[in-house]
């Protein structure tokens, strides 16, 4: 048996996205959230004036507040890849 194995075996942190090193979790997980800020691969949209937001329960309280449409009258809140808004942003000259 060894007992140092865990000390042997230690390995450095790594930043599963460019692979850098960190000397701790802690550490690789500040480097992730500034480095490479997790994006939410869709949003939803408010059928009523095009805006978007990350969380269904943000459009709702959205259409609520601004258009005063109730929770239950809301149906089915569009879901969009966050692709189609990029592209908007990129086509403009
Ligand atoms: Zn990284
Ligand atoms: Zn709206």
Same mark, same amino acid.
């Given at each position: ?27 690789? *997980? ?23 937001? *990350? ?18 009258? *809301?149906? *089915? ?17």
């Amino acid at each position: 048996m060894r007992n140092c194995l865990a000390d042997d075996d230690f390995v450095f942190p790594q930043c599963p996205v460019c692979q850098k090193m960190e000397k701790s979790k802690k550490r690789l *997980q500040i480097h992730v959230s500034k480095r490479h800020r997790p994006r939410p691969t869709y949003r939803y949209m408010c059928p009523m004036c095009s805006k978007n937001y *990350q969380q269904t329960d943000h459009v709702r309280r959205h259409m609520a507040r601004c258009h005063g449409v109730s929770r239950d009258q *809301q149906g *089915q809140i569009q879901k969009l890849p966050i692709e189609s808004f990029s592209n908007l942003a990129t086509l403009k000259h």
